[in-house]
Each structure stands twice: as C-alpha cells, then as structure tokens.
C-alpha cells in the first residue's frame, strides 16, 4: 500500500479494556517491557557495527553536534545505520532471482524553526561527518560561531519487542530455495486449474543509532522477513490471480509448514473464487468490511489524515479538530509501535524515542494526532515515537506504525446477515487518499454481493470511494472479530517507504459509494 500522508497534536489518552490484548499478549507498554539491559546491548552492538571501525565515538558524536549546534540551530541528530537485506523469488519452478545488498551511512539534521537542512553520506569517517556538521548548521542564518556545552550522553529508553537475530542467517540458501520450492508444490497440488505460482522470500537485518542534541543516544536492531505467494488460477480459457503471505521481525523459521500451508490455501482460494466472480455492480450502498488486512482502508482514508505535518499546516480534513466527535460512537482507533514482533512496530522510533500506544479516536472522539520531534515541538506538545524515515538518507517524518480499530460487540454472521443489498468486501489491493480533502479510491480485490442477508456470488471490479471523515461516521456496526494483517504492509508518503501494520474487525458502513462494471 502506497500513501500519502500528513499529523501533528496532542498527548495521547489510555483506553482502560484493550480487546487487542487477546491479539498481541500482554501489553508491551509495562515498564517491565522497558529493559534497560537489552537497550544496552543494543546500543553497544550499534557501536561496534557503526562507531567503533571508523574510529568514532559517543564523545566525537556530541563534537559534531557541537558544532551544529554552535550556530544556534533548535535542535540536531545525527542517524547511523547499516543494513543488509536479501531476496529470492521462484517462478515457473525456477529461481528467477536472488540478490543481497549492504547498505550503510550517516544522516545529518538541523531544524531552525520550520526549516531544516540534511546532509548525508555512506562514508562514516570523522572527517565526512565533521563536514557534514559545519554543511547543514548554515540553516540557522547565523554566521558567528558561538561556544557550546553539549549535554553528557543518555542512554534513551527503549523497548524489547523482537530479537535480535540475524534473520538472513536463520537457514542457508538450499533451505530458502527449497521453501519456495515447497510453495509451489503445494499449490500446484492444491487444484488443477492452478498453472502458476510465484513466491518471493525477503529478510532484512538493520542496525541503527540515533544521537541527538540533547545528549540522547538511542539504538534498535530490527530484524524484518517476508514470504508472499501469488498464484494464477485457469478456467474456460478465464484466469484470475490470488495472493497471500506474511512475516514481521524474527526469524526465517516462522514460516514453518503450518503457516506455508495457510498462505498457499489463501491464495488458492482467492483465485478460485475470483474464477467464478461476475462483474461488480455500481451506486450508493451498504459496505462491509472484513477482519484484517481490510484495515487498510482505515490507513489511507483516516491514518495519514492524522499525522501530524499536515495538521500543523492545517492542510488536513482533522486540522483543528481535538475533543470534537469524528466519528460514530463506538469507534476507537489506536496507532500502536509496541505489539510484539509486528511488522510495523519499533523498539525506537528514528529520531530515538521509545514506540507508544497513541489512542487517536475514542468512542467517536479526535484525541490526538501522530507526532515526530519537528511537528511535537512546533505545535506545543510531546512526541509520539512515530518519527520514521526510510533511511539514512532521508528525513524523518510522522509515520504510523501499526495502526488499527477496536473491536465492538456485533458477530461477523450477523453484521454480513443485516445487509438487504449491499458489498461484503473481504480483501483489498491498491488504493490512495487526498489528504485535504480526506477522498478515498480503493480496489476490492475480494468481494461479494449480498441480499437479504445471503452471500450471493463473488464480484470482481468493485471499487469503494469515500471520505474518510464522513465515512467514519456512517459506521453502524462492529464487529467482535478484531484481527491485524499478517505482516505485508508498506507505507509510501513523499517518496519513503516504511513497514506497517493495519488491523481492524468486521465493519459495516452505510451509505459508501461503489464503482463496478456491471
């Protein structure tokens, strides 16, 4: 999923029952999930990865600051990273590609009120980042270099969320090959009109560490795999594609049989059902919205409208808008960076802040918005642990991590059964948000039609367009069924892309347009 996005606003409020904790565990955000022991070894292992072999230290990192802030700039970071990343995809039987990359440099930044200057580099020598440093403080107007104490270095807090480990060296490269080998047997094996299955294996190990002017000295190591399946089933000369897949940070060996097994099965489903949709019909209707990956939805038409850069410059639908009802009641969405081992969460943000459960509606209400350092402190209040950037090479901006709704009291059956004509959408592919004027476009890429409360057929075509502060208010039923995606998502806003997640239960909104071909 690619988007737009924009935030900014407010300290976040605590919702007392927490239906995702049947989800996620217990609640990451107990201090006992605040281990300064694991933030420790992290901070050392970035020190050794990014420090220590290019002659670098806590002490020349406050230097450099130093002189940034020498010029009289409101704040500075400084973002170390390296990461190695590796991919494979089988086709037609055969291993179209396998590739492996390093990547590692430093980003600069200074802001100066709304303004910021960023340099970058793949060369952490102190004489690069020292260049760096006297490049970017220029931001500041201010030509007369000036004394300044730097404060002594603290480690930031942070959270243990998901190990460590190097996924890329969880199983040798027989073994990834003969995973997706094992993909494609089990499809072709589930039904003869499936003529052709692609699977793509991805892990990714990334070290980084974040000294900010403050003193703050923060560092993750966040570990990332991905398995995707894609099929194409044939029918009366007919073909239609299904997919599916999943992963988060751990390890290869969570793509054991069982869940290989899932995967394919969802696929194949989807493109079999595809086989037999007819062409989705057009107008003003009731939409449901299934359990999961649906949740997406909820990201583009209302996630990026409440990130905070674009509340700051009152260019979204939610600008100004804290304490008053945006929604029905009973609609609380929450964006979450601490649910173990998910795709989207962190045990530090970018700019080197421990991840939060940011509550952003509650029961209906606007309490606040997502934030990263620039937008927190031009708008008066505190970060929320959303600063993300791509990399090292990019500047952070409010993002969302994992961001999801609440279940509510309905059955899935007897949301589906309340429909008299209507759309049960149950999976979605593509779609985009105007982040002014809060419009939606989204692609159903699973959906049926529904009277008098029966599934009818399966409908192919449909298109779902919207606004997502008036849609939020048309919700009349949720459901009990809260689920968060298996671990896909990828954000883009101004050219980043970042992992994420998305999750909501069944819903039913009244009144959505629907584009079809019929």
Known sequence: MMLPC?????????VADDPVR?????????????AREPTLARLAIA???????????PARLRQALGEILSHGVDDADLYFQTTRSEGWSLEEGIVKTGS????QGVGVRAVSGEKTAFAYSDDLSWASLLDAAHTVRTISGQGQSRRVRTPASKVSRSRSLYPGTDPIGSLDSSAKV???????????????????VMAGLAAEHDVVLVARADGTLAADVRPLVRLSVTVIAEQKGRREVGSSGG?????????????????????????????DARPAPAGEMTVVLGPGWPGVLLHEAVGHGLEGDFNRKGSSAFAGRIGQRVAAKGVTVLDDGTIADRRGSLNVDDEGHATQKNVLIEDGILRGYIQDTLNARLMGVKPTGNGRRESYAHLPMPRMTNTYMLGGHHAPDEIVASIKKGLYATNFGGGQV????????????QAYWVENGQIQYPVKGATIIGNGPDALTRVSMIGNDLRLDSGVGTCGKEGQSVPVGVGQPTLRIDGLT????A
Request: aromatic share 8%; with cysteine.
């Open 47 to 57: 020190e050794q990865a990014l420090l220590e072999p290019y002659d670098l230290s």
């Open 22 to 34: 049947a989800v996620r565990g217990p609640d990451p955000y107990n201090a006992s999930m605040i």
């Open 514 to 517: 629907v584009g079809g071909t």
């Open 247 to 275: 992963g988060g940070r751990f390890g290869l060996a969570y793509f054991d049989q069982a869940m290989i097994q899932s995967y394919v099965d969802e696929a194949v489903s989807a493109a079999l059902t595809n086989l």
């Open 100 to 103: 492996f990359s390093i990547d």
């Open 178 to 196: 003969a995973l997706l080998e094992q993909v494609e047997r089990l499809a072709k094996a589930a039904d003869p009109r499936i003529v052709q």
């Open 434 to 445: 105007d982040i002014t004027s809060g419009k939606f476009v989204f692609s159903a890429s």
């Open 6 to 14: 924009c935030s900014c606003c407010a300290a976040q409020t605590a």
